[in-house]
């Protein structure tokens, strides 16, 4: 695997805004695992752990109000998506050897944006590039988690609706993937099984049926989207 000065700053330039995100984003969660009494380095550990936004904000605010092994359950529905990120890139990183299993594992939904596509830019190490695309991401994340549990533990202020960052990104992401996605089905069933799970089940229980679910389906109707996808395209 190649890495030169022109991946590294073909690199940056993708993941710049996302790494900007991220510090903003991470320092919100170390701020919030500082509140729950689980300083810099848990935050760390969480971030090289576990590496997924949603599933590390919900689990620590499952830690005081629920068994240990309620928010585990939780933080892995949520993340299961990853595993079909990871399936739709085994073509792309089948050349990339022992490296391949890094990019399977911390491949979250801002890096998969990126690196979708068959090519990297023009004139750079394809494999380097999503090497160091992935790694700048992750390492964001993490630098962001401890810059803002540190900051917390020498700072005292109201950290009140620091959660809600998560949300009001992932508004704008599915706000956006409706806009730019030709099958809508992913979307609306998001919408629809989650609605449904929280009328049934209540707010304690309803994101595991409801992830469930989500998964089960996408899983049976995988060749009618992805049909229609490439169908939407090909026109």
């Not at 629920?66 to 993340?79: D, E, F, K, V, Y």
């Amino acid at each position: 695997m190649r890495i030169t000065k022109r991946e590294i700053s073909a690199a940056l330039r993708t993941s710049l805004p996302i790494m900007v995100t991220f510090i903003v984003l991470g320092a919100g969660f170390g701020i919030l695992m500082q509140e729950h009494g689980y300083g810099p380095l848990w935050s760390i550990f969480s971030g090289v752990v576990i590496f997924s936004g949603t599933g590390q904000f919900v689990s620590v605010s499952m830690l005081d109000s629920g068994p240990l092994l309620m928010a585990a359950i939780t933080a892995l529905m949520i993340s299961a998506r990853h595993v079909f990120f990871s399936i739709s890139m085994i073509g792309r990183y089948k050349q990339e050897g022992k490296w391949k299993w890094y990019l399977y594992y911390a491949l979250c939904d801002e890096t998969y944006a990126m690196l979708s596509k068959d090519e990297g830019p023009v004139g750079v190490n394809t494999s380097g590039y999503r090497l160091l695309v992935t790694l700048f991401d992750q390492l964001s994340w993490i630098l962001g988690s401890f810059l803002g549990g540190w900051l917390s533990s020498l700072l005292s202020f109201n950290s009140t609706g620091i959660d809600f960052s998560m949300t009001a990104l992932f508004v704008t992401v599915y706000i956006q993937q409706w806009i730019d996605s030709q099958s809508h089905i992913p979307a609306i069933l998001g919408l629809a099984a989650t609605l449904a799970c929280r009328l049934i089940f209540g707010r304690e229980i309803f994101l595991i049926p409801a992830m469930i679910i989500i998964i089960v389906v996408l899983t049976l109707m995988r060749d009618k989207i992805e049909k229609k996808g490439g169908a939407a395209h090909a026109a």
